[in-house]
């Protein structure tokens, strides 16, 4: 399959009561179904065994001008200057592909309930994949207005 003709179809669908407002902002504490096609249950074997996935949804209720934007301010602050989209983590890029560590509580048959998803009700899934010791750097490097919004002191600075 070429590039041109790249194709994503997706594997199942977020499931959740909340609404946006109540998702923005709380992501850690927010849980949320997967619930995961029939035809792709099978791929579901084994995943008990981890605590945490990868999930990597399609942000479909992204608007379409937010399809073209490439600068952004962070948490839209005026008072930053912009960055780049490819710097930053919101819905507004070229692609609406969301990425998540979350915390698998539970499976039930080709249900999987997480913990720390920030996607709306009916948002497809595109993949999952288990989280282990080899995807945890040791250390990392945040921009200082990422610290400054996060609060000093919560996480150390390399």
Do not use: C
């Not at 998702?23 to 504490?29: H, L």
């Not at 948490?75 to 930053?88: K, R």
């Not at 890029?93 to 048959?109: D, F, Y």
């Not at 009700?121 to 282990?132: C, L, R, V």
């Amino acid at each position: 399959m070429s590039v041109e003709e790249m194709r994503l179809i997706p594997i199942g669908y977020v499931r959740t009561e909340l609404n946006e407002g109540q998702i923005k902002g709380n992501r850690s504490n927010v849980v949320s179904d997967l619930e995961i096609l029939q035809e792709f249950s099978e791929g579901l074997r084994g995943i008990e065994d981890y605590s945490h996935l990868m999930v990597l949804f399609w942000m479909h209720g992204t608007p379409e001008e937010d399809l073209k934007k490439l600068l952004v301010h962070p948490w839209n602050e005026t008072s930053l200057a912009p960055v780049g989209v490819f710097a930053i983590r919101r819905r507004a890029r070229p692609n609406p592909i969301g990425l998540v560590v979350a915390e698998l509580l539970e499976r039930r048959g080709n249900i999987l309930k997480v913990k720390g998803i920030d996607a709306l009700n009916g948002t497809p899934i595109i993949d999952i994949k288990s989280y282990d010791y080899a995807d945890r750097p040791e250390k990392i490097r945040v921009p200082k207005w990422w610290l400054d919004k996060k609060g000093p002191g919560k996480y150390p600075i390399t």
